[in-house]
């Protein structure tokens, strides 16, 4: 009946699921393996053989130790091949020649920001590729806090949403040095998550510069002031040449007065010689 079938959707952040697919089993097709690792972000083990259950215990075949492994602590090794040269099929059904076991993963990659922060201030570092409803944390140096940003509270862990994103806010201490400060992401139960989901991460610690002092941002660094004696010797100095001019000016005013007496005395003198011969 058309249009009664839900349509396929892909699902996020899922815990690691292991599927088995062998490459020509008769009653599941080895495809369809493929295609629900990749629609669900896990891993895929491909068996070379022709019968419809890879996985016998008690056979010791590369079958059975990668899923052994994976029942124990959700970590599917890739270093158990079984036996090479053999025929098998790629993640695309392509027949090719290669080892009886392979494992293929679909998982994201997790990530962690790093951030630069000044010592004493917070700063949230958000991480992704991580299981959704899962909690985790970071490892920090002593001293630092991991704070959940919700309630402002201290925390040992934060839960991841359903996308598989998590923030963590971080309150660096006071007396921080300056420097780059690694940390690790990585789950807050080791035990009951899958290891492999971690991340590292570095904080790039910067210390103000004390006010006053100047900074790296290109701002001017003050001039102290000139040392009080040199100011007075400054003002002295002028003084005294104010003075000086001022002497000069003088003794140059008084001397053309007398200069301009001596010529007034001289003219009347000569005037009155005249006068005398005349008569």
């Given at each position: 009946?058309?249009?009664?079938l ?8 899922m815990p690691?699921i ?6 020509y ?11 629900g690792a990749?629609?669900t972000?896990t ?10 259950t ?13 899923t052994n ?9 890739t270093?158990?091949?079984?036996e090479?040269g053999?025929?098998?099929?790629d993640?695309?059904s392509?027949?090719?020649?290669g080892?009886?076991c392979r494992?293929?993963?679909?998982r994201p ?7 630069a922060v ?5 700063v949230?570092?958000a991480?992704?590729?991580l299981?959704?409803?899962t909690q ?6 002593a001293?630092?806090?991991?704070v ?13 949403t359903v996308e ?8 660096v201490?006071?007396?921080a040095?300056?420097g780059?400060v ?35 941002d ?5 001039v102290p ?10 003002a002295?100095?002028?003084?005294q ?24 005395a001289?003219?009347a003198?000569?005037?009155?010689a ?6």
């Amino acid at each position: 009946m058309k249009g009664t079938l839900p349509q396929g959707q892909t699902l996020k952040a899922m815990p690691n699921i292991l599927y088995i697919s062998t490459t020509y089993d008769p009653a599941t097709p080895y495809q369809d393996g493929i295609v629900g690792a990749a629609a669900t972000g896990t891993t895929v083990l491909t068996v070379a053989g022709n019968v419809h259950t890879s996985y016998y215990p008690g056979t010791g075949d590369c079958t059975e130790l990668i899923t052994n492994r994976y029942y124990v602590d959700l970590v599917v090794p890739t270093d158990i091949t079984g036996e090479a040269g053999v025929e098998t099929k790629d993640i695309y059904s392509n027949v090719i020649t290669g080892n009886q076991c392979r494992v293929d993963s679909f998982r994201p990659v997790t990530t962690v920001e790093s951030k630069a922060v000044n010592a004493g201030d917070t700063v949230d570092v958000a991480a992704t590729g991580l299981v959704r409803n899962t909690q985790y944390t970071l490892e920090l140096p002593a001293g630092y806090e991991l704070v959940d940003p919700a309630t402002q509270q201290a925390a040992s862990a934060i839960t991841s949403t359903v996308e598989g994103t998590a923030v963590f806010r971080v309150k660096v201490p006071a007396g921080a040095a300056a420097g780059d400060v690694p940390f690790n992401l990585l789950p807050a139960d080791l035990k009951q998550n899958d290891p492999q989901v971690r991340a590292a991460g570095v904080l790039t610690i910067t210390v103000p510069a004390a006010p006053g002092t100047g900074s790296d941002d290109g701002a001017k660094v003050p001039v102290p002031p000139a040392d009080k004696a040199d100011d007075n010797k400054s003002a002295t100095a002028k003084q005294q040449t104010k003075a000086s001019l001022a002497r000069t000016g003088s003794d140059a005013t008084a001397g053309l007065f007398v200069a301009t007496v001596v010529m007034l005395a001289g003219a009347a003198t000569l005037a009155l010689a005249r006068k005398r011969r005349s008569c």
